[in-house]
T-cell receptor, first 116, second 112 residues
Framework: AQSVTQLGSHVSVSEGALVLLRCNYS??????LFWYVQYPNQGLQLLLKYTSAATLVKGINGFEAEFKKSETSFHLTKPSAHMSDAAEYFCAVSPNYGGSQGNLIFGKGTKLSVKP | DGGITQSPKYLFRKEGQNVTLSCEQNLNHDAMYWYRQDPGQGLRLIYY???????QKGDIAEGYSVSREKKESFPLTVTSAQKNPTAFYLCASQSRVNQPQHFGDGTRLSIL
């Protein structure tokens, strides 16, 4: 069965510092991968998606992620953290590549805190 | 604007009571999903529907029921059989397989 592991349930950075949120997946076939952001008491908002077109994916709010097949990773980065980046971030994989079911498998999330 | 509307935002359930959470979308998406979110556990799939009048159980369907009579609507009923219903419930829709899911703003359910 496919799975997603997010290393670190909490990450704290200083404003202006690099943000690195880790995501590893298990998949026997090329996956579709997504990063979502969730602010308190809100739904999930798509940050970016990997669909095999390019290994470096740029998303909204200055975030990007790099797909590394050899490491089965899809880590999320942002060069300079802003206070407004404080939120919970979820990595997700589409487990049925080429199949008929569209349900996603989500990691358990990483809460990002940004210190002034 | 197109999107997904969940209502109510907050809901309270009494012992032995069934409650229904509403989810409506105007994105013309075929597939719709219900997730339960608990702190530290991420999102867990309750039910999903890929087409009108058809739906499948997800990983934690016990104590829940759904219907899909219209493309736009996918209500979730939390029955009295669900002994631990306190959670944040998220509804999502999807245009087709492997595309991103679009989420509503959630309903927070608590026990009175």
């Amino acid at each position: 069965a496919q799975s997603v592991t997010q290393l670190g349930s909490h990450v704290s950075v200083s404003e202006g510092a690099l943000v690195l949120l880790r995501c590893n997946y298990s998949s026997s076939v090329p996956p579709y991968l997504f990063w979502y952001v969730q602010y308190p008491n809100q739904g999930l908002q798509l940050l970016l998606k990997y669909t095999s077109a390019a290994t470096l994916v740029k998303g909204i709010n200055g975030f990007e992620a790099e797909f590394k097949k050899s490491e089965t990773s899809f880590h999320l980065t942002k060069p300079s953290a802003h206070m407004s980046d404080a939120a919970e971030y979820f990595c997700a994989v589409s487990p049925n590549y080429g199949g008929s079911q569209g349900n996603l498998i989500f990691g358990k999330g990483t809460k990002l805190s940004v210190k002034p | 604007d197109g999107g997904i509307t969940q209502s109510p935002k907050y809901l309270f359930r009494k012992e032995g009571q069934n409650v229904t959470l509403s989810c409506e979308q105007n994105l013309n998406h075929d597939a719709m999903y219900w997730y339960r979110q608990d702190p530290g556990q991420g999102l867990r799939l309750i039910y999903y529907s890929q087409i009108v009048n058809d739906f499948q159980k997800g990983d934690i369907a016990e104590g829940y029921s759904v219907s899909r009579e219209k493309k736009e609507s996918f209500p979730l009923t939390v029955t009295s059989a669900q002994k631990n219903p306190t959670a944040f419930y998220l509804c999502a829709s999807q245009s087709r397989v492997n595309q991103p899911q679009h989420f509503g703003d959630g309903t927070r359910l608590s026990i009175l």
